[in-house]
């Protein structure tokens, strides 16, 4: 996943790896508003933002610890996601679950290009 800085969004571009380790086919695109009072972004299939792949949302707003629902293309729930906050002041930690499974153990976002990733590697990575 690559994330794109912008000044009122942040993009992210899922791509699968090639063989050698390079980008190779984009699988999943999203724009995330920046400041938002309750976190919603959600993943299209390309840059037209025409067929939703899947995205997540906040359960509450603003805050440290939230929790998230993770829903597929039609807006159903398949998993969930939270941040540990306070589990440690070196990395954030995340608990995944998928629905109808046992949680994921714990992933970890150290500080720099780990963390800069937040949320959408978290859904990204584990709940989807």
Known sequence: ???????????YVVTTAGPDGSDGEVVAFA?????A?????????????????FGFKARNIVDLGAGYDVTDAEGRTV????????????????????????????????PGWARSYGRGWAAGRYAV
């Open 1 to 11: 996943m690559k994330r794109e800085i912008a000044l009122a969004v942040d993009r």
């Open 31 to 35: 724009r995330q508003k920046r400041l």
């Open 37 to 53: 009072m309750r976190e919603q972004v959600t993943f299209y299939t390309d840059h037209t933002e025409k067929q939703a792949r």
């Open 79 to 110: 998993g969930t996601f939270e941040m540990k906050f306070g589990a440690s002041l070196l990395r954030s930690t995340w608990v995944m679950r998928q629905r109808s499974l046992r949680p994921v153990p714990h992933g970890r976002a150290s």
